[in-house]
T-cell receptor
């Protein structure tokens, strides 16, 4: 069993829809990262969370440490949000989820 | 530097050859991570350093893989006697301690 599980694996949405991507983990962590990987392959960090909630533009990330669960939300989704979203947990090393491939159609 | 720099960007080698991949992190970043990513897969952790100390190498697939960061800045990932299954994108990221990760563009290794 993977230490970091993401769901769904693939997600197709219509422009404007509210998107939720989930991440569950089984290890104790010091922080959780949400990453975005575009088709060109580059990875950028969206959020680093250790508790609560963070918001940046249309993106919101939440984490529940007790439940070992985090969610990434995208409001008013847009085709340019199409990418692979990866959850990574920092437990003195870094463990990654397999990623969620999001496609937003116009 | 302005960002995390990796070299070479592309490396094609024959099976059995050794390769060395370089990561130059953002200046002052304490932590440096190595990952690899096969096509269509999520990243796979290999190893990481705090300063020059290798903290965890449990992700290294076998003893053909090694990494060093002798002065706490530039790091080299070395793969000895490469095999076709080693073909992947090898990525490096750095951070100032427990902070935001900054990723390099990666080194794509192809073993023929």
């Amino acid at each position: 069993k993977n230490e970091v599980e993401q769901s769904p694996q693939n997600l197709t949405a219509q422009e404007g829809e509210f998107i939720t991507i989930n991440c569950s983990y089984s290890v104790g962590i010091s922080a959780l990262h949400w990453l975005q990987q575009h088709p060109g392959g580059g990875i950028v960090s969206l959020f680093m969370l250790s508790s609560g909630k963070k918001k940046h533009g249309r993106l919101i990330a939440t984490i529940n440490i007790q439940e070992k669960h985090s969610s990434l939300h995208i409001t008013a989704s847009h085709p340019r949000d199409s990418a692979v979203y990866i959850c990574a947990v920092d437990n003195n090393d870094m463990r990654f989820g397999a990623g969620t491939r999001l496609t937003v159609k116009p | 530097g302005a960002g995390v720099s990796q070299s070479p960007r592309y490396k094609v080698t024959k099976r059995g050859q050794d390769v060395a991949l370089r990561c130059d992190p953002i200046s002052g970043h304490v932590s440096l991570y190595w990952y690899r990513q096969a096509l269509g897969q999520g990243p796979e952790f290999l190893t990481y350093f705090n300063y020059e100390a290798q903290q965890d190498k449990s992700g290294l697939p076998n003893d053909r893989f090694s990494a060093e960061r002798p002065e706490g800045s530039i790091s080299t990932l070395t793969i000895q006697r490469t095999e076709q299954r080693d073909s992947a994108m090898y990525r490096c990221a750095s951070s100032w301690g427990p902070g935001e990760l900054f990723f390099g563009e990666g080194s794509r290794l192809t073993v023929l």
